[in-house]
């Protein structure tokens, strides 16, 4: 069964950083790629990043582009997005997801399995 838990959401001020991680369990975590999404209240779930089966390849929203670095370590089964100069609209729960292969991909079908979640809130 795989298991996807992240961490490392709260609340933070306009301007600031925060450090999501997501570890990962049950299936050989470096055969698959692996991405953040978002959900703010009212909205579809979006695509924020995404990173290849060996951290070779990353993909950004462009809305978070020059902002957002998506990083993996293989050998803790751990993903991590670094999310600097946050602004309101960054607002929303943060997901990670596991992909079905081991190249980046943007759509929500793409990846097989995901976590729970975790708050990010950015006041101004």
């Known amino acids: 069964q795989v298991q996807l838990v992240e961490s490392g959401g709260g609340l933070v001020q306009a301007g600031g950083s925060l450090r999501l991680s997501c570890a990962a369990s049950?299936?050989?975590?470096?055969?698959?790629?692996m991405g953040w999404f978002r959900q703010a209240p009212g909205k579809e779930r979006e695509f924020v990043a995404a990173?290849?089966?060996?951290?070779?390849?990353?993909r950004y929203a462009d809305s978070v582009k020059g902002r957002f670095t998506i990083s993996r370590d293989n050998a803790k089964n751990t993903v991590r997005l670094q999310m600097n100069s946050l602004k309101p609209e960054d607002t929303a729960v943060y997901y990670c997801?596991?992909?079905?292969?081991?190249?980046?991909?943007?759509?929500?079908?793409?990846?097989?399995?995901w976590g729970q979640g975790t708050q990010v809130t950015v006041s101004s």
């Open positions: 990173i290849s089966w060996m951290g070779g390849s990353t």
């Open positions: 997801a596991q992909g079905r292969g081991p190249f980046t991909a943007q759509a929500n079908e793409e990846y097989a399995y």
């Open positions: 049950g299936r050989t975590f470096s055969s698959y790629a």
